[in-house]
């Protein structure tokens, strides 16, 4: 069984495993937005099947997104899910138009922007950027999974799955990591870039 850190290590550093790997045995679950430019294959330099793939517009956890992370977790056995955001989002964006002016969109959009400045009062940041309000919700949204599903905070808290919330710059390629829960040191690396 891979550990929580092993398999941070294996996608900071960018290294494909040399055994081999199967969308049977992913090293990683990647919760991303959809709207993200960059393949999470391209950010970690994992062949295909390597990666559990969940996204969302603005990383809304439901219960589809709950299902598919519990099963990567219980039955895959994934020791790591990465919540990566992006610092272009468009619901970023939308989220600070309606904290500057009070600007919320329409329809279930509504309710992604709602998501995200609820998650920047929960973490008490400065909605001065886009680049601020992503990485409070990037952080609220690894909470979220650990507090709406018992299975995942039971591994977190047994230490054999981890969290890393972070998010890649799409003009530099550099992965900023805003938060670590679980089995995963955040201090092994805070930044790393691209290749």
């Known amino acids: 069984m891979t550990l929580p850190l092993a398999a941070w290590q294996q996608l900071r550093?960018?290294?494909?495993?040399?055994?081999g790997q199967s969308s049977d045995h992913p090293v990683a679950a990647v919760f991303r937005c959809a709207d993200a430019l960059l393949s999470i294959d391209a950010v970690f330099g994992q062949d295909t099947g390597a990666l559990f793939d969940i996204s969302t517009w603005g990383h809304v956890v439901d219960k589809s997104v709950?299902?598919?992370l519990e099963y990567a977790v219980e039955i895959l056995k994934v020791p790591l899910i990465v919540v990566l955001g992006h610092d272009d989002c468009p619901a970023m964006h939308a989220a600070l138009r309606a904290w500057e002016h009070a600007e919320l969109p329409g329809g279930s959009m509504r309710r992604v922007v709602e998501h995200a400045l609820a998650s920047v009062v929960r973490r008490g940041t400065a909605a001065d950027s886009v680049q601020s309000v992503a990485a409070a919700h990037i952080v609220e949204t690894g909470v979220a999974l650990m507090q709406r599903s018992p299975m995942l905070s039971r591994r977190v808290d047994d230490r054999t799955c981890g969290i890393v919330s972070a998010t890649v710059s799409s003009t530099d390629g550099e992965v900023h990591v805003h938060a670590a829960f679980g089995a995963v040191d955040e201090s092994v690396s805070k930044v790393f870039e691209l290749v």
């Open 66 to 68: 709950l299902g598919s």
């Open 13 to 19: 550093d960018r290294e494909r495993p040399s055994y």
